[in-house]
């Protein structure tokens, strides 16, 4: 069966909702997967997506912070919110489609500025995270069937998923112990990295844009956050990934674009 499925780190589903519904419009995705929703799951915009066409709805939200998000036009089962390093947060969904296809929607912690676990506990949660990741990963059971892993993964692991591999390296998102857990997280589950194979690693490739750049599109200083993998089944079908760039662009946007998988 097609599939047509698209990630989206939207930084608040309520304030870009327009947004939101013009992308669906636009491209009628099958399933769509929002990160950073930053809602309540009593507070999250059900009718909206309702109307839009999107019937099937799982969430797992909190009050201004975090938050994932799974709609679809066809049915899904809600299976898991995974509380990763036991804090309660709202960063995993599973989901699974009619025709057993398993989704993970993730959003991992961005791990502050300093790139430091003495200092900073924010970069100390991350890494603890990625590690938790990983053992999961290894158990076999995540990519055992068909499985497709999404979302704001805040690393951007390539030398080009970056605008400068050199003045990154001490940046947290880039930095080598980051590139390293993230590889070995990959490596855990023997996920396809689907836009790396129709994008070469030594072309660039990014999906979040800063708020701070005066001009983002000029100055181009983008990273690949977002990710889409496949499990070994999974990855002879991947038809096409596109990087919505365009959506950076739109008014009052996230700084993230979506990204579209098409498995045929």
Known sequence: MSLRLATWNINSVRLR????????????????C????KVRDSEFPHSDFKKAGYEHIVINGQKGYHGVAIVSKQPLKL?????????????????????GTDIHNFYIPAGGDEPDVTIN????????????????????????????LVGDLNIAPLEHDVWS???????????PIE????????????????MRH???????????????????????????????????TLAPRVQSIKVHRDA?????????????????
């Open 17 to 32: 909702m327009p947004l939101v519904t013009h992308f669906l419009q636009t491209h009628q995705p099958d399933v769509l």
């Open 34 to 37: 929002l990160q950073e929703t």
């Open 79 to 99: 299976i898991d919110k995974r509380d990763f390093c036991a804090k309660g947060d709202a960063r995993h969904l599973h989901a699974r489609l009619m025709d």
């Open 121 to 148: 506990q924010k970069f100390a949660h991350k890494l603890q995270f990625l590690d938790e990741m990983t053992e999961w990963f290894k158990k076999g059971e995540v990519t055992s069937g068909k499985a497709i």
């Open 165 to 175: 591999h050199k003045a990154l390296l001490k940046v947290v998102s880039h930095t």
């Open 179 to 194: 590139v390293d857990k993230f590889q070995q997280m990959q490596a855990a589950g023997e996920w396809f990295d689907a």
């Open 198 to 232: 129709f994008t070469p690693h030594h072309e660039k490739l990014y999906t979040w844009w800063s708020y701070r750049s005066s001009d983002w599109n000029m100055a181009d200083k983008g990273r690949r956050l977002d990710h889409v993998w496949l499990s070994p």
């Open 248 to 264: 950076r662009g739109w008014e009052r946007p996230s700084d993230h674009v979506p990204v579209m998988l098409e498995l045929g």
